[in-house]
């Protein structure tokens, strides 16, 4: 540090001879959520009456410096100072404060093309803009920075911002090209060391950090990706150390300290967004995960008594006594620790916001009609398929799963076809199914030897003439006792209403609900949308210059991301953590999402390839989405193919701006070094699939970009916000089950009939898992105060180029106008399926929203 100072000290008696131009700078000095690091401020304070602390270098894009020890790089200014470091208050909670610098600089220097910062102060700031207003012979120049500057001794080189000029690699003028290289070299790391606060690495690593083998056997868990048996998709490497009992694995740091995980400094979230994520819970959270809580989840939980119990967490409260839940829970955590979370009135009660699947109606939910339609309008409108053959058939391999085929028949449902034939409903596109057999059953028979007692699911439905789906059979599957080869053991249940034969209907509804639950989290959330994107965004920021066009479209999808996920791996899919507590697979969990990864492919997750290979809709060259859906009452498909095609729109609007001909786009050395990594190393375990675009032609790029901007902004959307308007309410979406269907003769059995509710409750989700759940997936549905929104930046100035921002102007309206159709749709009566019995109007497409549980908003990125 001392040598890197003294080449700051030699100018501060020099004279300013030329023409001097004023810089305004805007930053945040550290703070700690919303209270100021003191510490830091006044030892900062006293450095800064000592000398000079944070130095600048404006670069020019018109000369090079030739006489430098780097060839050919930009020639730096005369070293300027930030001004009024002291004097400047700033607000008494993080924010923003603006400041002076003043440069030498004349019309022959050109233009700055880039700049750097020294930061001689003991505590980091947040950088966001510098403005230059009148750069002689030019005007504005305005660099957008938007990163944390640590001190000068945490970097080996200064740090280097661009003005947000775009250019593609070989466009860059020649004085920002080894900064451009250098910055990048700088970001990929060397791939050694543990990580500190301070880097700004982005590396990759496989999912060897779930399991704490160092606790002890019951703690291990499968290492995902780098193998043909547990593929994944790689996530940012932390550099921490193996574990001292597997050295394949790596250690885990204290539940204390998981708001401190390592992920790139940027990436890490705002003061804001943290005040927000701490505020609702994480800090008691963290608590209920410790070892203490295991020994109380393993004892027998607490039981709702009626539906009526249920909705007391939400109306009222549920007062507890002395042995009660929040008793127990209360030996092992302080009070006031937890009274926030478990919304506590200070007399001992839990109350939840009133999840909006009962708001209108407390008991629409039970409705065949309402199951039905929260396949396509729901919380998991992805999995539905076109049944076109029948009886279902398995891909299951016989010689190890024997026969998996179902069981439902011609008998079950030939009656409830309205006059339809099987073979004419079939041709008609009249049969649906939700099918969660397959996947399920090669881990059924272990998953069913812990707490979880569940089967494997396939459900029928038929599509009438209204656009409603009307369930007509449902298939509850077992292994077969005597071992996997002999196939499965199935029942197949027929809707009822009344008596013993409408509970078991009931609770078959409710088993179908478990399993779609726990693979809507395990695999169309976490795995489709979380973790398949962290790849792209380790490569990006390793391999597209912030200078890039494709850096600059994709960036704004990417935030916080990473934070999230690092987070997700340290408290809520790790072993023992919130995930494998509340939904059924438990521990093997993450495992199943890693088997079913091995079908994933990057083309299927754009939606009209998904929606075609559903067999939910055909293609269609006259549609303007390019395909045409056999259910047109499909709230999800429909809203999100006006967002899919705005999307699209956009991107080959922007892309067009800087990609003339193919030939720009395979000449693009970052480009093409962007792809091969997000294939051979961010998914590497699928770098040999024939599926991949190959990126030679500017189609290629702008639908891959599409998908991307997609699976970050709207698929997210569409499966995270939605959980606590749905699932707020555990027995509209139980997210497990603990015991089977009763046999008859037993008193279990002769409880559906007297009491049906109880037995219903004693199937799904316990007392205390449902408190757990909520809790957490009220959480997961909240817009923080600083979300941005698709159609939004988080900066007006984020480009210099007029063509983009017109092109983004034009996106935000064509968002404007879908988001007023929707409103409309959804007060048309003819489409029954936009609201339901329920009367829960489907917004979760709607482009914006407000603070809170909204249950509607299309954040940019995946940020929670």
Known sequence: ??????????????????????GVVVLM?????????????????????????????LITTSSLDHDSEENLKGKPGKIAYLEDWITKIGPLTAGDATYTVTFEWTKEMGVPGAFTVTNFHHSEFYLKTLTLEDVPGHGRVHFVCNSWVYPAQYYETDRVFFANQTYLPNQTPAPLRRYREEELQNLRGNGTGKLEEWDRVYDYDIYNDLGDPDKGPKHVRSILGGSTEYPYPRRGRTGRPLASSDPNSESRIPLYQSLSIYVPRDERFSHLKMSDFVAYALKSIFQFLAPEFEALFDKTPEEFDSLEDVLQLYEGGIKVQNGSLLEKISEHIPFEMIKELLRSDGEKSFKFPLPQVIKEDKTAWRSDEEFGREMLAGLNPVVIRRLQEFPPASTLDPELYGKQSSTISEEHIVNSLDGFTITEAIEKNKLFILDHHDNLMPYLRRINTTAAKTYATRTVLFLKSDGTLKPLAIELSLPHPNGDKFGAVSSVYTPAEDGIEGTVWQLAKAYVAVNDSGYHQLICHWLNTHAAIE????????????????????????????????????TLINAGGFLEITVFPGKYALEMSSTIYK???????????DLVKRGVAIEDSSSPHGVRLLIEDYPFAVDGLEIWTAIKTWVEDYCSIYYKTDDMVQKDIELQSWWKEVREKGHGDKKDEPWWPKMQTRKELIDSCTIIVWVASALHAAVNFGQYPYGGYLPNRPSTSRRFIPDKGTPEYDELKTDPE???????????????????IEILSRHSADEVYLGQRDSPEWTTDTEAIKAFEMFGERLVKIEKRIIEMNKDGRWKNRS???KMPYTLLCPSSDIGLTGRGIPNSISM
């Open 836 to 838: 339901g019995p329920v």
């Open 758 to 776: 109880k037995a219903f409750l004693k199937t799904i989700t316990s007392q205390l898992q449902s408190v757990l759940g909520i809790s957490l």
């Open 1 to 22: 540090m001392d040598d890197k100072k003294s080449k700051y000290e030699e100018t501060e008696g020099e004279s300013m001879k030329k023409k001097t131009m004023k």
């Open 599 to 609: 079908n994933w492919a990057f083309p299927d997750q754009g939606l009209p390839a």
């Open 535 to 570: 790849p792209f965004i380790i490569a990006t920021n390793r391999q597209l210059s912030v200078l890039h066009p494709i850096h600059k479209l994709l960036q704004p999808h990417f935030r916080d991301t990473m934070n999230v996920n690092a987070m997700a791996r340290q």
């Open 29 to 57: 000095k550290k703070n700690l959520l919303e209270v100021n690091d003191i510490a830091a401020s006044v030892v900062d304070s006293v450095d800064e009456i000592l000398g000079r602390k944070v130095a600048f270098q």
